[in-house]
């Protein structure tokens, strides 16, 4: 099917006088339906606006009875998401519906029949993008995919097209709302990591089994598009180096506070001098006065830095429907307005680029330690980190807390003396730039040391 001749020349009334182009949805969960509304209430003035006119046809979901706040979309509701894709009466196909299967299979077929898709999919396009491209390209329609990252936040068009010839040096981007969350509300009220998650999931913001997000997978796949656009590097979402926010404590975010430092779960994609990538995501101490230090809630950003742009930090929602139905919006526009023009978005060239192992990263890092409070422990501490090269910069002690479970209320035989009570310290260390592999040694040989009772957290500065 030749794009031209798959947009209706129908120009009558309901039409806006413009060709219509009909659209198959596939899925109504927040996003579909939040764009499902958009389509069937607004539709006259985005034609308005934009020359486009678009004609939600068809909407297909898992189960029909479900009740959909959507006015007028009952009668466009199938179960069947193969006979949206083979509707010939459909021009372009939006995929909402997330996961792999049967979303691949549905697109790919989408794509060689020849009809543009636009997918908000992170895990499809993460894990199968060079696949979803190549065909897209070789059936010379488009495959778009701005929601797919940092929902409303309009980066991966800025990053195509704006900075389309640009040499990008680094991108850090704050894109799981879910963690900025529960990170801001750790910070702002001193909730414990489980009540700032658990308030998360009852205002919706989590789900309920949130492993995706506070593992950092989700940050994880949306890393591996963003080295694809941003770099064009054959990049999946096995590739990022990941960790998530579920060992930061309350005192991390407290000595990071006193140290002048924001914590935050980033996903960053650096291109090395040595022409390697490196893609990670992890917790981060970021420098209070960085832009991204200040951003708070639910909220994503992303910050560029490229050779001849600069600096700059595109900022917004980065989940719920609306928000991410406005960034699919703005995809079916383009890709119906291509279709109607005979025209197709620039290919997404990948190739091969060496992944820099996370062993070879080089910044300064925040280390918390709880230890034995007595004397030949810090010399102890300095001789690990210093036989492995890494230089201290700063080093700060906390108030002794108890050893859990030598003694308190607790214990089982009250009658009995109380053993004696060790004293323990906390004590943070922030390093200058060190290399990973170092780090990582020092970590080992600590935990050997009788003098060291626990490794608190490792976090990497990045920002400075
Ligand atoms: N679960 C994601 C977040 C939104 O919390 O940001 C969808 O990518």
């Given at each position: 099917m030749s794009p031209s001749a798959s947009a209706?020349?129908?120009?009558?009334?309901?039409t806006w006088g413009r060709p219509t182009v009909r659209v198959g949805l596939l899925g109504c969960g927040n996003v579909g339906s939040a764009l499902a509304r958009l389509l069937l209430t607004d539709a006259g003035r985005i034609a308005e606006r934009t020359g486009v006119a678009l004609e939600l046809v068809k909407v297909a979901v898992r189960s029909a009875s479900k009740e959909r706040?959507?006015?007028?979309?009952e009668r466009l509701i199938t179960t069947d998401p193969f006979g949206v894709v083979r509707d010939p009466a459909i021009d372009v196909v939006v995929e909402?519906?997330?996961?792999i299967s049967p979303a691949r299979d549905l697109v790919l077929e989408a794509l060689r029949s020849g009809k543009p898709v636009v997918s908000a999919n992170k895990e499809l396009l993460a894990n199968h993008g060079a696949e979803l491209w190549d065909a897209a390209a070789a059936a010379g329609v488009d495959l778009l995919f701005e929601a797919s990252v940092a929902g409303g936040v309009p980066l991966i068009r800025a990053l195509r097209e704006s900075l389309a010839g640009e040499r990008i040096h680094r991108v850090m981007g704050i894109v799981n709302g879910t963690t900025n969350y529960i990170l801001t509300r750790m910070a702002a009220s001193g909730a414990t990591y489980q009540e700032a998650l658990a308030e998360a999931q009852s205002l919706g913001?989590?789900?309920?089994?949130?492993t995706a997000d506070v593992e950092g997978y989700d940050a994880a796949a949306k890393a591996a598009i963003l080295a694809n656009v941003a770099f064009g590097a054959k990049v999946v979402a096995g590739d990022v180096y990941r960790e998530g926010i579920s060992h930061v404590s309350g005192q991390d975010i407290e000595a990071a506070r006193r140290l002048g430092f924001v914590i935050k779960l980033l996903a960053v994609v650096e291109a090395g001098e040595d022409g390697a990538l490196g893609v990670r995501v992890h917790p981060a101490m970021v420098p209070e006065a960085h832009p991204l230090a200040s951003v708070s809630d639910s909220y994503n950003a992303v910050f560029i830095e490229g050779e001849t742009v600069g600096q700059l930090m595109l900022l917004g929602r980065g989940a719920g429907g609306p928000p991410t139905a406005s960034a699919v919006l703005g995809d079916l526009v383009d890709a119906a307005h291509n279709l109607t023009v005979k025209g197709v978005a620039r290919k997404l060239e990948l190739r091969e680029v060496p992944i820099r192992p996370i062993d070879d990263l080089r910044c300064a890092y925040y280390l918390s330690l709880f230890v034995a409070d007595r004397s030949g422990v810090l010399s102890a501490i300095s001789g690990v980190l210093g036989r492995h090269n890494v230089s201290v910069r700063s080093m700060e002690q906390d108030a002794p807390e108890p050893e859990p479970g030598v003694a308190g209320p607790s214990r089982p035989d009250p009658g009995r003396p109380e053993p004696a009570r060790e004293a323990q310290a906390h004590l943070v260390f922030v390093t200058h730039p060190a290399f990973e592999r170092d780090m990582q040694a020092c970590l080992h040989e600590l935990r050997q040391?009788?003098?060291?009772?626990?490794?608190g957290s490792l976090v990497r500065v990045v920002g400075h």
């Open positions: 209706s020349e129908d120009a009558g009334p309901g706040d959507v006015p007028g979309v909402v519906m997330g996961g913001f989590a789900e309920r089994d949130p040391l009788d003098s060291v009772r626990r490794i």
